[in-house]
């Protein structure tokens, strides 16, 4: 371009050398050709260098493309596997219902198997503690071992969720509940006055005048030489023989030191049978007992003694306590599981 330009350049000036001068119209129709040279030139270049862009833009495009096709290709390759596993599995979903039922009966019948001693032997355990209660509660009188071994058939049941027995828990509880209805006596406050009588018989006084033997009191020397102390032991010896003592026509009758003792351990025996009885406890032996203690006090101790009165009174208020409670019937529970157990033994 530069060396078109200075050949045009030197073309005009040897031109206007050789003619001598030139229109000035042509110089500048001239300049303009040279400027629309220019410029069509460079709107060329740049045309140029645009469409090698886009044609540059246009093979990219086709090489993403390509890309995205593969790409596309190898989802929808990957799409189809994915919906054949997962037709596969929804198949063995819909089979896996039943083989969780097959599963369940399984694990049922070994559950069965397994447990099937251990609930006969709990059975047993829990029909044993309920044949004690019975004994307890009516041989021994005990309500409250009969009620702890009560519950203790009853936890050992609850041990296994086995609904053939549900019938035997509420017959067991309605005999839990009448069992701890039943009111118990104090019997620690009646086997201390009990004691406390005992212990007060030594002191209380027998009916009768005692045969006591004489004895002075206030001792006098002895006197000295062999002759006058054998006389003075003689004289005391016959002072001792007689003794004058004013008593009640009533009570006029004598009773001797081992009678005496004979009627207080006599008392205290009574006693002490009205106290085994509270503890076993047994109703009729304990009245009958304090009515006898009562009746033998007062025929032969002295009534008129403060001692004897208090003691015929507490003999009196002890007799008005009840130490055998009412014993509900019970044992329906225990027939129920009975029966239960004897048609499990026979079940082929």
Same mark, same amino acid.
């Given at each position: 371009?530069?060396?078109?330009?200075?050949?045009?350049?030197?073309?005009?000036?040897?031109?206007?050398?050789?003619?001598?001068?030139?229109?000035?119209?042509?110089?500048?129709?001239?300049?303009?050709?040279?400027?629309?040279?220019?410029?069509?030139?460079?709107?060329?270049?740049?045309?140029?260098?645009?469409?090698?862009?886009?044609?540059?833009?246009?093979?990219?495009?086709?090489?993403?493309?390509?890309?995205?096709?593969?790409?596309?290709?190898?989802?929808?390759?990957?799409?189809?596997?994915?919906?054949?596993?997962?037709?596969?599995?929804?198949?063995?979903? +819909?089979? *896996?219902? @039943?083989?969780? $039922? =097959?599963?369940?009966?399984?694990?049922?019948?070994?559950? #069965? /198997?397994?447990? &099937?001693?251990?609930?006969?032997?709990?059975?047993?355990?829990?029909?044993?503690?309920?044949?004690?209660?019975?004994?307890?509660?009516?041989?021994?009188?005990?309500?409250?071992?009969?009620?702890?071994?009560?519950?203790?058939?009853?936890?050992?049941?609850?041990?296994?969720?086995?609904?053939?027995?549900?019938?035997?828990?509420?017959?067991?509880? +309605?005999? *839990?509940? @009448?069992?701890? $209805? =039943?009111?118990?006596?104090?019997?620690?406050?009646?086997? #201390? /006055?009990?004691? &406390?009588?005992?212990?007060?018989?030594?002191?209380?006084?027998?009916?009768?005048?005692?045969?006591?033997?004489?004895?002075?009191?206030?001792?006098?020397?002895?006197?000295?030489?062999?002759?006058?102390?054998?006389?003075?032991?003689?004289?005391?010896?016959?002072?001792?023989?007689?003794?004058?003592?004013?008593?009640?026509?009533?009570?006029?009758?004598?009773?001797?030191?081992?009678?005496?003792?004979?009627?207080?351990?006599?008392?205290?025996?009574?006693?002490?049978?009205?106290?085994?009885?509270?503890?076993?406890?047994?109703?009729?032996?304990?009245?009958?007992?304090?009515?006898?203690?009562?009746?033998?006090?007062?025929?032969?101790?002295?009534?008129?003694?403060?001692?004897?009165?208090?003691?015929?009174?507490?003999?009196?208020?002890?007799?008005?306590?009840?130490?055998?409670?009412?014993?509900?019937?019970?044992?329906?529970?225990?027939?129920?599981?009975?029966?239960?157990?004897?048609?499990?033994?026979?079940?082929?």
């Amino acid at each position: 371009m530069s060396a078109e330009i200075e050949s045009l350049s030197s073309d005009m000036n040897s031109r206007r050398a050789g003619s001598g001068g030139t229109s000035p119209m042509l110089i500048a129709l001239a300049v303009l050709g040279l400027l629309l040279a220019i410029y069509a030139h460079w709107r060329i270049g740049h045309f140029v260098d645009r469409s090698d862009r886009v044609r540059r833009q246009v093979v990219e495009l086709r090489a993403a493309q390509g890309r995205f096709a593969g790409q596309l290709a190898t989802l929808t390759t990957r799409l189809e596997t994915s919906q054949n596993a997962m037709r596969s599995e929804l198949r063995g979903l +819909q089979e *896996l219902p @039943a083989q969780l $039922a =097959v599963l369940g009966r399984g694990v049922e019948e070994l559950r #069965a /198997r397994t447990e &099937a001693p251990q609930r006969a032997w709990a059975r047993a355990e829990a029909l044993y503690l309920l044949d004690l209660a019975e004994r307890q509660l009516y041989i021994d009188r005990d309500v409250g071992t009969a009620i702890a071994a009560m519950e203790a058939a009853d936890a050992r049941l609850a041990s296994f969720n086995d609904p053939a027995i549900a019938e035997v828990r509420r017959l067991l509880a +309605q005999d *839990l509940a @009448a069992l701890r $209805a =039943v009111p118990l006596p104090d019997l620690a406050a009646v086997l #201390a /006055r009990i004691a &406390a009588l005992e212990d007060g018989v030594p002191r209380l006084p027998v009916l009768g005048v005692p045969v006591t033997r004489g004895s002075r009191t206030d001792k006098e020397p002895e006197p000295t030489g062999a002759f006058r102390r054998a006389m003075h032991r003689i004289a005391e010896a016959l002072r001792s023989l007689v003794t004058l003592k004013r008593v009640d026509p009533s009570t006029s009758r004598l009773v001797t030191q081992e009678e005496q003792s004979l009627r207080r351990q006599h008392l205290e025996l009574l006693l002490f049978a009205a106290r085994v009885s509270a503890m076993q406890p047994d109703g009729p032996a304990y009245a009958q007992s304090l009515e006898a203690a009562g009746t033998w006090l007062t025929q032969f101790f002295d009534p008129s003694s403060p001692e004897v009165a208090a003691a015929r009174t507490e003999i009196e208020a002890l007799r008005s306590a009840n130490v055998e409670p009412a014993r509900p019937s019970i044992g329906a529970a225990a027939r129920q599981l009975q029966r239960l157990m004897d048609a499990g033994a026979t079940a082929p």
